[in-house]
């Protein structure tokens, strides 16, 4: 039988400290420790754990597999520090919960970051900060998802995805010049490179491969004019007028495209995540989500220059 071959699919590794409420479990697991968590996990094996801030998200992702049956375009793989046998519980919780997820990677508190490359993940999840700031030092495209009591429409199958530009989807050579020049100087630079595509950063990828099921939809809508296409891409950013072209030119070099873009300049942008509603949100300043996270699930990515005084307090480098 030949191998799985996870080539010209979007491979998503999530925790499940993403994927899952585990806020009892991690309580229960801080105050009495490893072998009296067993226990305890063991005890609820059969208590299905509620939906975490990356389930909606995952749960319309591994939907979109209906658009090729039998050869899915999704995969979604958890990757745990959990042991096998604590892990059986988040097995049985994604069983119950109906998602098709089939591929697991227990560790037993080790770290399972290295397999993020291996897999060839364009993104990885998880609620432990520390995983994502090494993971994002690694290269890897990892994010961290934080606590949310956002509610979404299970009934509704459609997929918004939200990104910020300078440091998420681009690297961080704008925000340096901005954090050392000020909004004249970013905006100077921006204006005399309007031609100069920015170098992809670590998110890239991942839109890349939503664009991929994005041209499958669009496909099956010119065959059946009534089949409304689920994905939807959004570019939500601080940047403005005149600095907004460099950033659209750089998607249109990458060969990358987005279906709505918010060039903000100064706006919060929790005013417009409020209307948009999108599933997940990536942002590389975390005080960019604060404000948004009572109405969407927020991602922080934690690369480039705005997070390096986060990453030493970890004693990481970026």
Partial sequence: MPAYDLSGRLVV??????????????????????????????????????????FPFIQRLLQLNDLRPGDPLVEVIVLSRNAAT????????????????????????????QYIGALGMSLFLTQNQEDVLTAVRAGHPAGHVLPSPAKYDMTDRSLRIAFDFDAVLATDESERIFQTEGIDGFVANEVAKRDVAHVPGLLKPLLADLNRIQRIEAELQERDPDYEPRVRIALVTARAAPAHER????????????????????????????????????????????????????????????????????????
């Fill in 13 to 54: 590794g999530v925790a499940s400290s993403a994927l899952f409420d585990l806020t009892e479990s991690d309580a229960y697991f801080r105050e009495h420790g490893v072998a009296a968590y067993s226990e305890y996990q063991d005890r609820n094996v059969d208590v299905t754990l509620e939906p975490g801030p990356a």
């Fill in 86 to 113: 604590t892990g059986l519980r988040v097995m049985r919780s994604i069983e119950r919960h109906q998602l098709p997820v089939t591929r697991a990677f227990f560790t037993q508190g080790r770290s399972p970051l």
């Fill in 247 to 318: 950033a659209v030119q750089s998607l249109r070099s990458w060969g990358v495209t987005i279906n709505d873009a918010f060039f903000l300049g100064g706006i919060e942008k929790a005013k417009v995540l409020e209307v948009l509603r999108p599933h997940l949100f990536f942002d590389d300043q975390s005080g960019h989500l604060s404000g948004a996270l009572e109405h969407v699930a927020g991602v922080h990515v934690p690369y480039g220059v705005a997070n390096e005084t986060l990453a030493e307090a970890a004693g990481i480098e970026i």
